[in-house]
């Protein structure tokens, strides 16, 4: 019995919340909300036809997409096998989601922060194979270029987030015990104004590694539209394309949702309704800042991205991690 | 829950979940291909022997040695030890947590 409630608990985690369905919808209202907000930083409208203030836009383009009855593409590209890939993406991703503890059943486990990171790693290989798989050269350009920040900016997620469960979940190193119980040393001045540095450091390295992982701007060479025609996505329509779109979406809203949380542990995220209000309050700030800052940038080239990767975003989440065996 | 279990679990139902989401959208669409682009010329020019995939194969590596010899082997200790610190680094993170620290 205890067994069968496991089961059911766990797919409905994954499937509806806080994995799949929840995550879809979130992803899917954050990209609007991210192009209404460009489109006013720019002068434009933005999204309008589709709902009220044009909130259902990004719902509609993804439905057209996923069951239009034609995809057409190159002679060699697996389109099939792609298709697979990116929903292995999506897939992991809401199975990472069973880790938040947001819902009435979550899985916890000491160092379930590395499954977090095993897990999420699916999606930027789904990405990248987008690209890679095709035998276009702008695709390949772009799944080449991904692939050389994806070298910089996975271990920069890796160290941050790693530091940062580290500073609020020491002895387990458990991303749902630092989501949901952190601990906050507020009986020990010294050791808490070290651990505000870590998280304060591991913010800004996740956040970069995080706008270059998302291919927001100034990091989104992969899909320069005109330099390389839309990179990854140039060569996909139909389902294939709408899947990647999701998948896309649907990483950007998990890693906003755990970095809001971590990054202001409190009040701590759990399965009461006001608590979860409170916590896609913080992903709303934490994308408004993301997208503020990062479209009030230009395009950097492939080496410029790398170097200020590897300066600001890399060596950043290293201090961070080596800072919190201090705490 | 430890921490294999939770791996295997997760994976189990990633890909689970994957097939799911993979099968209707497979089986609704039809695929229509189209020809590769080469810069006018018909796609039965488009041929790759092994000799060329041996040439680029050989071209990627001598990079790859060039780069070795000037950056990495270049006869300075400093060089060889500025390439391998953080691999040193990571390293030691790795032991002192796998050690329990």
Known sequence: MELLVDIVGLLLSVAIYPGLLFLVVLGLLSQWYRRKLVARLQNRVGPKYVGPFGVLQPFADVYKLL?????????????????????????????????????????????????????????????????????????????????????????????????????????????????SSPKLLLNDPLRGL??????????V??????????????????????????????ELSGPAL???????????????LVLANLVVPVPPLASEAPLVVVALIKYFAVLTLLVVVAYSMGRVRVDQALKTLGRYSLTLSAVALIASFLT | MDLPTLMLTLTATSFLLAVALW????????????????????????????????????????RLYKTLVEQVQSGLFNDWFAFSLPYLLLLAVLLYMALGG
């Open chain 1, 67 to 179: 069951f239009v009855k034609e995809v057409v593409t190159g002679v060699f590209t697996p389109v099939r096998l792609l298709m697979f890939l990116t929903a292995l993406g999506i897939a992991a991703i809401s199975s990472a989601a069973a880790l938040l503890p947001m819902g009435l059943y979550y899985l916890k486990a000491p160092l379930d922060i590395f499954v977090f990171i095993y897990l999420t790693l699916y999606a930027s290989i789904a990405i990248a194979m987008l690209g890679l798989g095709s035998t276009s050269p702008y695709p390949s350009f772009g799944g080449a270029r991904y692939t050389s920040l994806m070298l910089v900016f996975e271990p920069a997620i890796a160290m941050s987030l790693i530091a940062l469960v580290r500073v609020l979940a020491p002895g387990s190193l458990s991303l749902a015990e630092a989501l």
């Open chain 1, 194 to 203: 070290v651990a505000v540095a870590v998280i304060a450091v591991a913010a």
């Open chain 1, 205 to 234: 390295a996740y956040s970069l590694a995080l706008l270059a992982k998302a291919m927001m701007k100034p990091f989104d060479i992969p899909e320069a539209e005109t330099e390389v025609a839309g990179g990854y996505l140039a």
């Open chain 1, 242 to 256: 709408g899947l990647s779109i999701l998948l896309h979406e649907v990483e950007l809203a998990l890693y906003l």
């Open chain 2, 23 to 62: 099968l209707p959208t497979a089986r609704t669409s039809r695929i229509r291909r189209t020809e590769v682009y080469l810069s006018g010329e018909p796609q039965a020019h488009f041929k790759l022997s092994l000799v060329e995939v041996a040439w680029a194969i050989r071209y990627v590596m001598q």
